[in-house]
Protein backbone atom coordinates (compact mmCIF):
# COMPACT_ATOMS: atom_id res chain seq x y z
CA UNK A 1 0.00 0.00 0.00
CA UNK A 2 1.36 2.87 -1.11
CA UNK A 3 2.18 6.17 1.36
CA UNK A 4 -0.12 9.00 1.83
CA UNK A 5 1.23 12.21 0.08
CA UNK A 6 0.54 15.20 1.65
CA UNK A 7 1.14 18.81 0.48
CA UNK A 8 3.77 20.69 2.59
CA UNK A 9 1.60 23.39 4.18
CA UNK A 10 -0.50 20.40 5.84
CA UNK A 11 2.78 18.31 6.45
CA UNK A 12 3.79 21.09 8.18
CA UNK A 13 0.43 21.34 10.43
CA UNK A 14 0.96 18.39 11.65
CA UNK A 15 4.54 18.62 12.42
CA UNK A 16 3.65 21.30 15.19
CA UNK A 17 0.92 18.91 16.28
CA UNK A 18 3.66 16.50 17.01
CA UNK A 19 5.68 18.22 18.75
CA UNK A 20 4.89 17.92 22.19
CA UNK A 21 3.93 14.36 21.78
CA UNK A 22 6.13 11.05 23.24
CA UNK A 23 6.80 8.75 21.39
CA UNK A 24 4.50 5.36 21.57
CA UNK A 25 6.33 2.96 19.67
CA UNK A 26 10.09 1.62 20.44
CA UNK A 27 11.91 0.28 17.50
CA UNK A 28 14.87 -1.28 18.97
CA UNK A 29 17.73 -3.38 17.81
CA UNK A 30 15.84 -6.48 16.06
CA UNK A 31 14.33 -3.61 13.79
CA UNK A 32 10.84 -3.69 12.34
CA UNK A 33 9.41 -7.12 13.37
CA UNK A 34 5.85 -7.69 12.60
CA UNK A 35 5.09 -6.85 16.31
CA UNK A 36 6.45 -3.66 15.95
CA UNK A 37 4.35 -3.27 13.00
CA UNK A 38 0.95 -4.44 14.79
CA UNK A 39 1.72 -1.84 17.89
CA UNK A 40 2.73 0.92 15.33
CA UNK A 41 -0.69 0.42 13.43
CA UNK A 42 -2.77 0.19 16.67
CA UNK A 43 -1.16 3.55 17.91
CA UNK A 44 -2.60 4.46 14.31
CA UNK A 45 -5.56 3.80 14.47
CA UNK A 46 -5.71 4.86 18.53
CA UNK A 47 -4.53 8.49 17.93
CA UNK A 48 -3.55 8.94 14.26
CA UNK A 49 -0.50 11.09 15.29
CA UNK A 50 2.31 9.34 16.52
CA UNK A 51 6.09 9.26 17.07
CA UNK A 52 8.20 6.27 16.95
CA UNK A 53 11.60 6.29 18.36
CA UNK A 54 14.22 4.24 16.70
CA UNK A 55 17.80 2.94 18.65
CA UNK A 56 20.51 2.37 16.44
CA UNK A 57 22.96 4.45 14.96
CA UNK A 58 22.52 3.87 11.66
CA UNK A 59 20.95 7.14 10.07
CA UNK A 60 20.31 4.93 6.82
CA UNK A 61 19.04 2.07 8.20
CA UNK A 62 16.65 4.49 10.62
CA UNK A 63 15.28 6.24 7.26
CA UNK A 64 14.49 2.56 5.62
CA UNK A 65 12.60 1.53 8.65
CA UNK A 66 10.66 5.28 8.49
CA UNK A 67 9.55 4.40 4.66
CA UNK A 68 8.90 1.38 5.02
CA UNK A 69 6.60 1.55 7.93
CA UNK A 70 4.71 4.70 5.97
CA UNK A 71 4.62 2.49 2.80
CA UNK A 72 3.26 -0.61 4.86
CA UNK A 73 0.87 0.83 7.40
CA UNK A 74 -0.46 3.58 4.31
CA UNK A 75 0.56 6.39 6.31
CA UNK A 76 2.37 9.56 5.63
CA UNK A 77 5.57 10.02 6.23
CA UNK A 78 5.35 13.63 8.64
CA UNK A 79 9.23 13.76 9.67
CA UNK A 80 12.22 12.61 10.68
CA UNK A 81 14.63 14.30 13.20
CA UNK A 82 17.42 12.26 15.03
CA UNK A 83 16.32 8.95 16.20
CA UNK A 84 12.30 10.15 16.37
CA UNK A 85 9.89 9.03 13.13
CA UNK A 86 6.21 11.16 13.21
CA UNK A 87 3.33 9.49 10.82
CA UNK A 88 0.49 10.23 10.57
CA UNK A 89 -2.86 8.18 9.12
CA UNK A 90 -6.20 9.27 9.37
CA UNK A 91 -8.04 8.19 12.05
CA UNK A 92 -11.45 6.09 11.08
CA UNK A 93 -14.89 6.67 12.34
CA UNK A 94 -15.96 4.74 15.17
CA UNK A 95 -19.22 2.35 14.01
CA UNK A 96 -21.86 3.08 16.28
CA UNK A 97 -24.86 0.62 16.60
CA UNK A 98 -28.30 2.29 16.32
CA UNK A 99 -30.62 0.64 18.34
CA UNK A 100 -34.32 1.77 17.74
CA UNK A 101 -35.57 0.64 21.17
CA UNK A 102 -33.25 3.11 22.98
CA UNK A 103 -35.20 5.31 24.74
CA UNK A 104 -33.32 8.37 26.15
CA UNK A 105 -31.97 7.53 29.94
CA UNK A 106 -32.41 9.30 33.02
CA UNK A 107 -30.82 13.10 34.00
CA UNK A 108 -30.35 14.62 36.91
CA UNK A 109 -30.78 17.65 37.89
CA UNK A 110 -29.95 20.28 40.69
CA UNK A 111 -33.29 22.33 41.46
CA UNK A 112 -32.50 25.49 43.59
CA UNK A 113 -35.09 26.72 46.43
CA UNK A 114 -34.68 30.36 47.39
CA UNK A 115 -35.30 30.99 50.94
CA UNK A 116 -37.99 33.77 51.55
CA UNK A 117 -35.49 35.67 53.60
CA UNK A 118 -32.68 37.07 51.41
CA UNK A 119 -29.81 35.94 53.40
CA UNK A 120 -29.91 32.66 53.45
CA UNK A 121 -28.34 29.94 51.07
CA UNK A 122 -30.67 28.30 48.65
CA UNK A 123 -31.75 24.79 49.19
CA UNK A 124 -30.03 22.71 46.46
CA UNK A 125 -32.00 19.36 45.58
CA UNK A 126 -30.91 16.62 42.95
CA UNK A 127 -34.02 15.73 40.82
CA UNK A 128 -33.48 12.29 38.22
CA UNK A 129 -36.13 12.85 35.67
CA UNK A 130 -36.54 10.18 33.46
CA UNK A 131 -37.04 9.69 29.95
CA UNK A 132 -40.65 10.11 29.46
CA UNK A 133 -40.87 12.89 32.34
CA UNK A 134 -40.28 16.83 32.08
CA UNK A 135 -39.15 19.53 34.79
CA UNK A 136 -41.52 22.19 35.47
CA UNK A 137 -40.55 25.88 36.49
CA UNK A 138 -41.07 25.31 39.95
CA UNK A 139 -38.53 22.18 39.79
CA UNK A 140 -41.27 19.13 40.00
CA UNK A 141 -41.35 16.09 38.02
CA UNK A 142 -44.34 16.05 35.59
CA UNK A 143 -44.89 13.30 33.18
CA UNK A 144 -45.79 13.18 29.70
CA UNK A 145 -49.30 12.31 28.91
CA UNK A 146 -50.01 9.80 26.10
CA UNK A 147 -50.95 11.60 23.07
CA UNK A 148 -54.63 11.34 22.55
CA UNK A 149 -56.75 11.00 18.82
CA UNK A 150 -59.24 13.56 18.35
CA UNK A 151 -62.73 11.74 18.01
CA UNK A 152 -62.81 12.83 14.28
CA UNK A 153 -59.67 11.32 13.17
CA UNK A 154 -60.66 7.81 14.76
CA UNK A 155 -63.33 7.68 12.75
CA UNK A 156 -61.67 7.99 9.83
CA UNK A 157 -59.80 5.00 10.30
Known amino acids: MPAIELTIAERKAHRAEAHHLDPVVMIGNDGLTPAVVKETDAA ?49 EKERAEDEDKLP ?21 TVRVLGNQRLTPGGQVKRSKPKLKSIKKGRQD
Open 44 to 92: LKAHGLIKVRVQGDDRAAREAVYLQLADQLSAAPIQHIGKLLVLWRPKP
Open 105 to 125: GPRDFKVLKYSKRGGQRPEVR
